[in-house]
């Protein structure tokens, strides 16, 4: 991109089961007073001198919120008084997406992005019953669950994917997570016990799937080119971004394959001149909230060919040490709520350019990957290319 955008400010809360301590403006503010003070920014309308945030993007749903407009009722917890703001229901890299293009366009150089959901609150499964088809598919109970067990096991047909190679990536996942001091749900868990959990939706398991219930916030502040260099010393560079639709009918879409996903990752990486992901790419942060998932999305990611997930995750490639490392952070499995989950990827690869990962930080990391997606079995794409 000639024009150039960058992340200077990131802050997370811990992610939790239950934040019932917190009001919802409490939890959203946790991560927003984070990315305040590591910038030294405030809002346009009080700074003096007019040089602060311009705009906020939040990522609400207001079924998780239970009321319509669901962050108009916290403005003043995120600082919206007198300023631009707009929300995103998808996921939380869309909302980064939005924000890219918004400082792009030239209307805004410095845009808050805030991603907050406390699904203790609500019923994940009914919520996302009401995504489906109200005539054909909501009578039949459909959520995100019984939707990714249909994926999973037409994926695990079609290309021979073992459950004990998906398994790896919840035993990684949970081990990485160990190292984060965000993460919900750290745990030193082998193969095994992974096999051997309750099942919730063949061939889905209690340890292939995300925490059921998770609580919390994250917040990334982005600039113009300009602004950022006034800001920090440590801008993280927005190189290249794309998304992608699928069908919304399981039916009209073959769930062994992410055509979405592939199309989404090929814009971005046209616009960030990568043409072999797999080498040029340090570390990638990619939401799975089911293990299978790793498998599939690094396919359509272009890490190894279609089929090859399995083969790619058996090879070592994705470890902490790997060619590849994929979710050092621990990722989704280990605990991130819905929309926020997104979000939380963008600020865990910036952190790694950044070089402020701690304990779970790739040497060297240079240029990584951010993806997202929305609907069910991922038929909303996002992927983000970050550089320093």
Not at 142 to 163: E, H, N, W
Request: glycine share 10%; with cysteine; proline share 3%.
């Amino acid at each position: 991109m000639s024009l150039k955008v960058a992340i200077v400010g990131i802050g997370q809360t811990k992610y939790e089961a239950n934040k019932s301590d917190m009001w919802q403006g409490d939890v959203a503010y946790d991560a927003i007073e984070k990315a305040l003070q590591q910038t030294g920014l405030t809002y346009q309308d009080v700074a003096e001198d007019g040089f602060g945030i311009e705009k906020i993007l939040t990522t609400g749903e207001d079924h998780f919120i239970g009321r319509t407009c669901n962050f108009f009722w916290i403005h003043h917890y995120i600082g919206a008084f007198g300023l631009a703001q707009n929300n995103v229901s998808g996921d939380g890299t869309y909302a980064v997406y939005h924000a890219v293009l918004e400082i792009l366009s030239g209307h805004h150089d410095i845009i808050m992005v805030v991603s907050n959901t406390k699904e203790s609150e609500t019923s994940r499964g009914g919520i996302e019953n009401c995504i489906f088809d109200h005539i054909f598919l909501q009578p039949l109970g459909f959520d995100y669950l019984t939707a990714a067990s249909l994926q999973a096991q037409r994926y695990m047909y079609k290309y021979g994917i073992q459950p004990e190679q998906c398994a790896k990536a919840a035993v990684k996942s949970r081990r990485n997570a160990k190292r984060n001091p965000y993460a919900q749900e750290p745990l030193s868990i082998d193969i095994d016990d992974v096999l051997g959990s309750r099942m919730l939706a063949s061939p889905i398991r209690v340890l292939d799937s995300k925490p059921p219930v998770s609580d919390g916030a994250c917040a990334i502040i982005l600039a113009s080119e300009k602004a950022a260099k006034k800001i920090t010393d440590k801008p993280v560079w927005v190189r290249g971004i794309g998304n992608c639709y699928d069908a919304h009918y399981l039916g009209d879409r073959d769930l062994a394959d992410c055509d979405s996903l592939a199309l989404a990752a090929q814009r971005a990486y046209r616009m960030a001149g990568i043409s072999d992901p797999l080498k040029e790419i340090d570390v990638a942060e990619i939401s799975t909230e089911y293990s299978y998932q790793e498998l599939l999305w690094t396919e359509g990611l272009g890490f190894c060919g279609r089929g090859e997930g399995g083969h790619l995750i058996d090879s070592g490639a994705t470890q902490m040490k790997g060619e590849l490392p994929i979710n050092p952070s621990g990722g989704i499995l280990a605990g991130n709520p819905f929309q926020v989950a997104g979000t939380a990827r963008v600020a865990e690869a910036a952190l790694q350019l950044r070089g402020e990962a701690g304990r779970r930080q790739i040497k060297n990391a240079k240029t990584a990957l951010a993806h997202g997606f929305y609907g069910p079995c991922g038929q909303s794409q996002c992927v983000i290319i970050l550089g320093n």
